[in-house]
């Protein structure tokens, strides 16, 4: 860990928070305990080893605990400390929302990341005691990461990657970089399904369901403050 080498309580808490991937980890801890391979699909671009090696720092400095989840698994959680953290990473994410909107650029495109989102905030309870299979068709990827099912049963959301035992109730055709910008707030769910960018299938009453399942980002709401990266994201949309 780099230190600023300084006493200001600032550059002391900025050694902490600053170091790569530590406001990642304390966004996906915020909602709750953890596997470590629920972190990985939160950060997918950090290795094991140097997620675990992150993971045993903030351990070390207070910022988060773990305990064993039964056989060999552990779960992480923020202690008070790293709870503390949590605001800052939400104003971050709201300036974020507020100031970097722009057309995404293809490195930005991450399949594995909205997958995880997707999972994480769907609303599986509204389908009541129905299991419900979702099917999305991401329509630009190639056939091996085209099709992707989420099985909702008993109030829980499980991403699957090869079809369940049945055929999907709800069929969805969209583009990856379409879905990302609805998920993120840049359109609307509603323009996005008016103009044809994603299509639902489904019963009248499972295509209503459907917009109250799929969970958007919690900052989707958070609109852009220049009219510029307003413009850069809509042209993008369109």
């Not at 928070?17 to 966004?27: G, M, N, Q, S």
């Not at 999907?168 to 008016?194: C, E, F, K, N």
């Not at 960018?197 to 109250?212: A, N």
């Amino acid at each position: 860990m780099r230190s600023y080498n300084q006493f200001c309580p600032v550059a002391k808490a900025a050694e902490l928070f600053c170091e790569r991937w530590t406001a990642l980890i304390v966004r996906d801890l915020s909602a709750g305990d953890r596997r470590f391979s629920d972190l990985q699909r939160g950060v997918p671009l950090v290795s094991p080893t140097l997620l675990s090696q992150r993971l045993k720092q903030l351990e070390a400095e207070g910022i988060v605990s773990h305990r064993r989840a039964g056989g060999r698994g552990s779960t992480y959680r923020l202690t008070k400390a790293g709870e503390e953290f949590v605001p800052i990473v939400m104003a971050l994410g709201i300036w974020g929302q507020r100031w970097t909107r722009r057309a995404l650029a293809e490195h930005e495109i991450d399949l594995g990341l909205l997958l995880w989102a997707l999972e994480q905030g769907a609303h599986p309870e509204c389908f009541g005691e129905e299991r419900t299979i979702i099917e999305i068709e991401l329509t630009d990827q190639p056939q091996h990461k085209r099709r992707w099912w989420f099985l909702n049963e008993d109030g829980h959301c499980e991403l699957c990657l090869k079809q369940p035992d049945r055929e999907a109730q709800i069929y969805v055709t969209v583009s990856l970089p379409d879905l990302i910008r609805i998920w993120r707030g840049d359109v609307s769910l509603s323009s996005a399904m008016a103009s044809g960018r994603l299509d639902v299938q489904g019963s009248g009453r499972l295509r209503r369901v459907f917009r109250q399942w799929l969970g958007l980002s919690t900052l989707a709401h958070v609109k852009p403050a220049r009219r510029d990266l307003a413009g850069d994201a809509e042209r993008a949309a369109a």
